[in-house]
Every structure is written in C-alpha cells, then in structure tokens.
C-alpha cells in the first residue's frame, strides 16, 4: 500500500493543506508557521479513522487542535487521503474522505460527522472512480455489489464511520479495501529534544512493562522502547539487524562495535527451581535490556546511556525506520530530524534512511539549510508567511527549479540557505519571492 | 624514483572517490618504473560550495607551502557527470572552478569524468564486488552503477552510501580491469604520471 495524497484542514492553525508524496518529501518553514501542525494533522486524521466512537468522540472535542484563527474557527475538520492498493492482484486508486465539526457552544451543531466518501478506481480496468460509499449529515450508503449502486442504506451515530462499520461486512467484494483503509497507520519521530531518556526504559518500571511480553516484539510500537526492540530484532529478524548494525557503524565510525543485550532476572539468582518454572502456566518473564557499545579509545565496554544524545538518537532514528519498514507503514514523520545531529551527517543519513526504507515513505519537517540542500525540489513545500497567521504551504514550481539553482549559485550558496535567507526576508517585507516561485 | 618536477592536485567529491583514486595511484606507482610526481589528493567532502572551497585549498594549501614553489602544479578535478537524487543543490559548476583555478595562475587543470557515475566504473569489475559482499554474481546487471551496488549490498544486509562507503570493499576490485574497461578516460592522468 501506498500513500500518494492527503490533503486536510480546519486543524489548529492549517485552513487547507494538501501533500503529494514522494518517497522523502520535507516542510520547510521558520518557527511558528505550522510544520508540526501538518504533521499532527496526519497523524490526527489516520487516528482518527482507527480510533472507536467513544474516542472519536473525545478527538472531535480535544482542545489543542481545534482552530481558534478567527480566520478559521468555523471550519469543519476535512480530511482526505489518496492510497494505491494492491487487492487480489489488481493494482486500484482509492480516496477516502471524511468531515466533522469540532465541538461548540451549541451543543446540537458540534461534534458531529459530517461527511464521508469511499471512491475507488481499478487502475487497469477503469477509467474513472466509482463511489462506494457516501454519507451526509444524516444518511449513509453503500455499494452493496459489483453490479449495485452505492444506494443501500446503513444507520449510523454522528461519531462513528461507515467505514469502521463495513469491517464487520466481511462479504462485501471490496472488502480487501476498507480493511486497507481501516488498518492505516504512521509511524512517528517527535523533535527527540531528550534522547537521552529513549534507552532508560531499559528496565521494568512503567504501566507498559506491567504488560507481559513472553516472545519478542517487532511491531511499531515497541519501536520506542528501543532497546527490547533492538534486541527482538537481532533475535527475530538477524537479516534486518545486520542491516541495522551496518547503517548505525556507518553513521557513527567512532563506534567499535555494539551488542544489544538482555538479562534474565530470575535466572541471576541462586534459588531458582527449575523443575517448579516448567509446571507454571506462566512464569513472569522479567528481563531488563541494554545495548552494549565499546567506543574507539575507551578502555571498556558502556551502556549506550552514556553515548552523546547526538549518537543515542541515530540509533532510535534508524531503529524506527527498520521498524517501519518491517511493520509495512506507508508513513514515516521525522519533526526536526537534524537535531543533535551535525551537519556533515545529515546527507549520509538521508541515503541510509533512503535506502533502508523500500515500502515506507518519509515526511520530514525541518529548519536545516543543510539538510534542504540535499532534497529534490519537488518534495518540499515551503511555509509562507502571511498576514492571517495561518500555516500555508507552497509547493515549489517546476518551472522555477533552475532559476532557483542559478540564484543560488549566483551567491554562492546552497539552495537550502537560499530558501531560508528568502524566507526571512519575506518576513520583515512584502517581498513576492515565494508568489512567483510556488503553486 | 620521484619526479621532482611536479605535483598532481587531484579533487574528489567524496569518501569514496578518495578511496578510488589512492588505489588507482598506488596502482600506477607500483606499474611504474620511471619517476613517479607527488601527487595529493584533496577531499572536497562538507557542507560548503565545492567551487570555492577548491581555489582556496589551492592558494592556502598548496600554493602558500613553500614545498612546492618551484613545481609545475597540475589539478585534476574528478567528478560525476550525473547527479544522483539526494547530492547537494545546486551540483558543482565546473566551468566556474575552471575559471578560479586559471586566475590563481596554474596552467593545467584536466578533469576526470565519470560517465555517469563513479559507480558505473566499479561494477566493471563485478566479481570483484560480489566476493567483498560474500554473495553470487548476478548473470545479469543493469548499466546504472548506482543502483546495481545498492541492491548488491542490500542482499548482503549493508548500505551502499554513495560518496561515503569505503569499508575496504574498493580494495576487492581489479583496478586493471576497471582502467582496460574504461579506454583512455585517465589518459591525461597516466601521462603527468610518466606511466603512459
């Protein structure tokens, strides 16, 4: 599955925002323009779309992203997403969309599911989308079959989806699809402004590890607990973790080696009963994990704790996208990818999540001329300043990309410190730079 | 024997090309049985613009060192014709560090292109990349270099960097092959290195 569009607003400060995606596509903007906005707004709207009505319900309602711009504080939440699918060997374009309006003072107009529409096209066989699905305020219908109109009515609450609904529809010829919608998801990187703290939960101490975990875990969300993850992955997948190992050396040449490792808890000590553990239902696994490092020039062996923050998120940032790549997400963000990481990094880590990731695409945000120098022009989206407060995102034009080039060259600068040095301009004047370059 | 007369600059893009071009000198000197020039090679790797880092390592580098005052300086720039997707923006214009190296008064300056990539030169020799990664020859590769490493490393669970990986997998390579595949593009090379 591939994410090709989404396109959504009415969401803290974004009126209307809509993304191609390519394989690394990057936000680009000063602060305070909205980059973690658009981020949040995917991540809302997939979530969304996964989460029960009783959940849903709490979303149409949560306080830090419904718009208060006087601009926009009566849109609706619209969101819009454009996916190619592979089901039952034919290749189909589907576009998904769903409105609803955030709760108001007048109890009876808010928090309530606006709209909704499933349309899909066979990219072999069709010429056009059919609709499968359509709602209004207060009607819902479906396709039924192939050979039917998207006229068979289903009941529906004002915080639940058609589309949750159809899941249970298991018979339903497109049924492949709405399970492909229903089982959308992104994985995640926030700023890491303490990387310090991603491998303390080496030890068993949180509500999470109150969870029993008798084999090892590779899904997204062990991701975060790196280091039971890295150790899982060396364990369940030595392929993927060779890969791993090669990306994070590469990307840290002062590393020696690395190993990560688990300790038995229970079998540290000198009572244990072997015989009484095979008669138990379930004996309480209780292991702490660690990743061992030996740096070039240290005379011992260390926890990765006491690697640079710098070096500890590499080995996150790799972790999640090998994650991400096993999970089959169709989405990986990155806020901020360049912190903690210097500049001369950056290219070699852009290749290595470039080529680590094969069905994943990446959308970062980011505040780096370093970084912007080293991305296709196509995949950034730059956010423009303006007098309503609102994150608006322009896409550069393609006609524009050599100009843009000669500029930069013509100062003797990257693109990416051009694009900045623009952007501040046009903060403090009413230069037109991005009007004529952008869409 | 050293040839006391000149000094060969050459300027590569990156850890790789570096890598490339020590094997491929070490590979003539050892040819070679007449004196053989000093030659220093310069890594233009960083974040800067390539074009201006290249004439001030001249004038501060070599041209301020009183080592090489009385020799004739000939520089080599060595680099791709093709860009590859995440290279740094806008590429290096060459004509522009032609121009900056003739105003600092040196008479020679060659290039070395690869055609498109350097990639393209290493999977001449693919035995040579197929034992350094421990994996079977392909019977059938494409022309792009580029992409036929990338894939080749990915089977052996590695990633191919452009411009960065070096990790000893150049030294598996038959430098004779790659130089007979390649007709006559390091001719200008092979002559300032009096092995022509």
């Known amino acids: 599955m591939e994410i090709v569009r989404v396109k959504f607003g009415g969401f803290s400060n974004v009126e209307s925002v809509e993304l191609d995606f390519n394989k690394i596509n990057t936000l680009v903007a000063l602060n305070n323009y909205g980059k973690s906005n658009v981020i949040k707004g995917i991540q809302f709207g997939i979530d969304f779309i996964k989460n029960q009505s009783k959940t849903k319900a709490k979303m149409m309602a949560f306080k830090p992203f419904i718009p208060y711009n006087e601009n926009i504080d009566n849109k609706p939440f619209r969101f819009e997403i454009e996916i190619n699918a592979i089901n039952e060997s034919s290749n189909y374009s589907i576009i998904y969309s769903y409105s609803f309006d955030w709760i108001k003072n007048d109890k009876e107009r808010g928090k309530r599911i606006l709209e909704e529409s499933l349309k899909v096209k066979n990219l072999v066989e069709d010429l056009k989308y059919s609709t499968f699905l359509k709602r209004g305020l207060n009607k819902a219908a479906y396709l039924p079959s192939k050979t039917g109109r998207c006229d068979r009515e289903i009941k529906i609450e004002k915080d639940e989806l058609v589309i949750n609904k159809l899941e249970s529809f298991d018979e339903l010829f497109y049924y492949s699809i709405i399970k492909t919608i229903n089982d959308l998801n992104v994985a995640s990187v926030d700023t890491l402004q303490n990387p310090d703290d991603l491998y303390k939960k080496n030890r068993i101490h949180n509500n999470e590890n109150l969870i029993v975990k008798n084999d090892y875990s590779l899904s997204m969300n062990e991701a975060a607990n790196s280091a039971y993850f890295i150790y899982g992955l060396s364990k369940k997948k030595p392929q993927y973790f060779e890969l791993f190992k090669d990306a994070v050396m590469t990307l840290l040449p002062s590393l020696e080696d690395f190993e990560p490792v688990e300790i038995d808890l229970k079998e540290t000590i000198s009572f244990k009963n072997e015989e009484a553990k095979i008669k138990l239902p379930l004996d309480f696994p209780e292991k702490i994990y660690d990743i061992r490092v030996k740096e070039r020039n240290n005379n011992q062996q260390t926890s990765i704790t006491s690697l640079s923050s710098g070096s500890q998120k590499i080995f996150y940032v790799v972790s999640v996208a090998i994650a991400a790549e096993i999970n089959k997400m169709p989405l990986i963000t990155y806020e901020e990818l360049e912190n903690s990481i210097h500049p001369g990094l950056l290219q070699k880590l852009l290749i290595i999540l470039d080529n680590l990731l094969e069905n994943s695409k990446i959308l970062l945000s980011s505040h780096s001329p370093y970084l912007i120098q080293y991305l296709d022009f196509s995949n950034i989206k730059i956010g423009t300043p303006n007098e309503k407060g609102l994150a608006i995102f322009k896409q550069l034009r393609k006609s524009k990309f050599k100009k843009l080039l000669l500029l930069a060259e013509d100062e003797n600068i990257s693109v990416g410190d051009l694009i900045f040095e623009k952007m501040i301009e046009c903060q403090s004047s009413d230069d037109d730079f991005f009007n004529e370059m952008c869409n | ?196």
């Open chain 2, 1 to 196: 024997m050293k040839d006391l007369s000149k000094l060969l600059v050459l300027f590569v893009e990156g850890d790789t090309e570096a890598e490339f071009y020590r094997l491929l000198i070490n590979y003539y000197k050892e040819k070679s049985s007449k004196p053989f020039p000093e030659v220093k090679r310069i890594n233009l790797k960083g974040i800067g613009r390539f074009e201006a880092k290249v004439v001030s390592k001249l004038k501060n580098d070599i041209l301020k060192d009183k080592k090489y005052k009385d020799l004739e300086i000939i520089v080599f720039c060595c680099y791709d014709t093709d860009v590859f997707e995440l290279a740094k923006k806008p590429p290096t214009n060459w004509s522009k560090v032609r121009k900056g190296v003739a105003e600092l008064g040196i008479k020679s300056f060659y290039e070395i292109k690869s055609q498109k990539m350097i990639e393209d030169w290493f999977i001449k020799d693919l035995d040579g990349i197929c034992d350094f990664l421990k994996i079977k020859k392909p019977k059938k590769v494409s022309q792009e270099g580029l992409k036929v490493l990338k894939g080749l490393f990915k089977t052996s669970n590695k990633i191919y960097q452009k411009g960065y990986y070096t990790h000893k997998f150049l030294e598996k390579l038959d430098l004779s092959k790659i130089i007979k595949a390649l007709k006559g593009v390091f001719d200008d090379l092979e002559r300032y290195l009096n092995v022509k």
